[in-house]
Structure formats: C-alpha cells, structure tokens
C-alpha cells in the first residue's frame, strides 16, 4: 500500500471551502470516462445513439432518487465518454450552499443527508460494476477519479444549463471530450461559462 506523501501526490481539492454540499440545492455534474474512451454509443446526425452500456448509465442515474431520500435528479445526457446532469438535493429549493469560514476540527456525528460526493460516488461504482460486465471487462476503470461540478445559484442558470445538456450532442464535433476534437485539452470549450469543481 502506497502512503500519500505530499512532495508526490500533488492532489488539490479545488472545491468551495467551508461548503457543505448536504445543504440544499441544484448542482450540475460532469463525469468523464477513464481516457475519454468513447463506451457509451456514438453522435449520429447531432443525436446521441446509446448502446447497452449508455442506456445503463442512463438507468443508473434514473434510481438515485430511490436509494437517497430528498435526492432528485433533473435534465441529464449520456455521451460517447461522459455523462452531464443536474441533480437537486431536495430542501430549500435553488440557494448557495452554507458556507461556513469556520475551522470544525471535531465535527461529532456526522449529518445523515447524502453530500453530492456521496451521490456521485454511489453513481460511479455502480455503473462501473454494471458496465464492466455488460462490456466484459474485468477490473477496468471506467471512469476518471474526479468529476466536474457547479452549483447552479438561480433558476435561469438552471434553465441555461438545462438547454446545455439537450444540446450537447449537436455540439459534439467541438467538444473537447470528445477523442476527434483537434481544439485542445482544456475542460469548458463550449461550456457554458461555470467553473468546474474537482473531487
């Protein structure tokens, strides 16, 4: 077993600090498959053509609601190699996150509420498990270790982004997602302009 040793492992958490993601609210997510393997079907004519595995990627997301109470998801799209959705974590309705500057270093019990790292991760091992064997591929990743996420902060945004994700797979010959783009590797070309967050 390896030991993190920060001189090596130069991970950084760029998420919000202070920010409890159980608190209420809308979040869109991007999850992207382990070297932009294309696994989940093809872009034809600007639609997007799922096979087994993309309609179980689909399906997946579909019963979150049914495993964590309070969890809702909303508009989503299954790609080639990556997955985009909203999910809503049931409360408040649309609202920033609490965000507490204070420093809790004994938290005692932990909150029952799911956090989004939570939900992404249930979403992630689950279509690992099932993907891998529909596809016959033992012990694979299939996804990136992190994931993309923004708190959606208003009800335009989430109507902005919603129109985002039906239109994503027209705008696939531009996306850096995808294997055959010739524009770079920077996450966000043809985004809409939010900033991602890693996990």
Same mark, same amino acid.
């Given at each position: 077993? $390896?030991?993190?040793?920060?001189?090596?492992?130069?991970? &950084?958490?760029?998420?919000?600090?202070?920010?409890?993601? *159980?608190?209420?609210?809308?979040?869109?997510? $991007?999850?992207?498959?382990?070297?932009?393997?294309?696994?989940?079907? #093809?872009?034809?004519?600007?639609?997007?053509?799922? +096979?087994?595995?993309?309609?179980?990627?689909? *399906?997946?997301? +579909?019963? @979150?609601?049914?495993?964590?109470?309070?969890?809702?998801?909303? #508009?989503? /799209?299954?790609?080639? +190699?990556?997955?985009?959705?909203?999910?809503?974590?049931?409360?408040?309705?649309?609202? @920033?996150?609490?965000?507490?500057? $204070?420093?809790?270093?004994? &938290?005692?019990?932990? *909150?029952?509420?799911? $956090?989004?790292?939570?939900?992404?991760?249930?979403?992630? *091992?689950?279509?690992?498990?099932?993907?891998?064997?529909?596809?016959?591929?033992?012990?694979?990743?299939?996804? &990136?270790?992190?994931?993309?996420?923004? /708190?959606?902060?208003? %009800?335009? #945004?989430?109507?902005?982004?919603? #129109?985002?994700?039906?239109?994503?797979?027209?705008?696939?010959?531009?996306?850096? %997602?995808?294997?055959?783009?010739?524009?770079? %590797?920077?996450?966000?070309?043809?985004? !809409?302009?939010?900033? !991602?967050?890693?996990?």
């Amino acid at each position: 077993m $390896t030991l993190y040793n920060p001189d090596i492992h130069h991970r &950084q958490s760029i998420r919000l600090c202070g920010c409890d993601y *159980s608190e209420a609210g809308a979040y869109f997510v $991007t999850v992207c498959t382990q070297n932009r393997e294309c696994l989940f079907g #093809e872009i034809v004519d600007g639609k997007i053509k799922l +096979n087994d595995a993309g309609q179980m990627v689909g *399906s997946l997301w +579909n019963e @979150l609601p049914q495993h964590y109470k309070g969890v809702e998801t909303d #508009e989503f /799209i299954v790609m080639p +190699n990556h997955f985009h959705g909203i999910i809503v974590l049931v409360g408040a309705g649309l609202a @920033l996150p609490r965000i507490d500057t $204070t420093i809790r270093h004994n &938290q005692g019990a932990a *909150s029952s509420a799911p $956090t989004l790292g939570d939900i992404v991760r249930t979403f992630k *091992s689950k279509s690992t498990i099932y993907v891998n064997r529909l596809l016959v591929r033992t012990g694979q990743r299939l996804w &990136q270790r992190n994931y993309y996420e923004h /708190i959606i902060r208003d %009800e335009e #945004e989430l109507n902005r982004l919603r #129109e985002y994700i039906v239109n994503n797979p027209e705008q696939w010959l531009f996306d850096n %997602e995808n294997p055959d783009c010739d524009q770079g %590797e920077t996450f966000g070309r043809g985004e !809409p302009a939010v900033r !991602p967050y890693i996990g």
